[in-house]
């Protein structure tokens, strides 16, 4: 039987800045939203491309401070259409590890979002 992919679900604390984040400076779209009732706390689907994302204000539905890793193929052409756009509480840089090449850019409520990869220096000086 096989299995999809995981949805990872993030802990936002303001509607605002999440979408600013995700929709203004990531380039995510808002999928659907859902409110038990008006003035309760707002769970949402994100994505871009096949990468979906779940941003809960609920508490207890995610920890503060959560990573997650997403792959791209064009990482260089993310980072430049990020930099582009002068988000003022991020200038991503790309760092080159063992493993790849990782773009690591925190969002507004602390959780840690790895742009990653494949092909690291490692990789590369490696003989065929």
Same mark, same amino acid.
């Given at each position: 039987?096989?299995?999809?992919? +995981?949805? +990872?679900?993030?802990?936002?604390?303001? #509607?605002?800045?999440?979408?600013?984040? /995700?929709?203004?400076?990531?380039?995510?779209?808002?999928?659907? #939203?859902?409110?038990? #009732? +008006?003035?309760?706390?707002? /769970?949402?689907?994100?994505?871009?491309?096949?990468?979906?994302?779940?941003?809960?204000?609920?508490?207890?539905?995610?920890? +503060?401070?959560?990573?997650?890793?997403?792959?791209?193929?064009? =990482?260089?052409? =993310?980072?430049?259409?990020?930099?582009?756009?002068? /988000?003022?509480?991020?200038?991503?840089?790309?760092?080159?590890?063992?493993?790849?090449?990782?773009?690591?850019?925190?969002?507004?409520?602390?959780?840690?979002?790895?742009?990653?990869?494949?092909?690291?220096?490692?990789?590369?000086?490696?003989?065929?």
């Amino acid at each position: 039987m096989p299995l999809g992919s +995981p949805i +990872p679900v993030l802990r936002m604390f303001d #509607e605002d800045r999440a979408r600013e984040f /995700y929709v203004g400076f990531l380039g995510f779209r808002v999928d659907w #939203e859902h409110r038990f #009732e +008006p003035d309760t706390p707002l /769970y949402m689907q994100l994505s871009r491309d096949a990468c979906v994302l779940h941003l809960s204000g609920h508490h207890g539905d995610a920890t +503060p401070g959560s990573a997650l890793r997403i792959r791209v193929e064009e =990482l260089d052409a =993310l980072q430049q259409d990020l930099l582009a756009k002068k /988000y003022r509480h991020a200038r991503p840089g790309i760092q080159e590890q063992p493993w790849g090449r990782d773009m690591t850019i925190a969002d507004p409520f602390g959780n840690r979002l790895t742009f990653t990869t494949a092909g690291g220096a490692k990789d590369a000086a490696q003989p065929d």
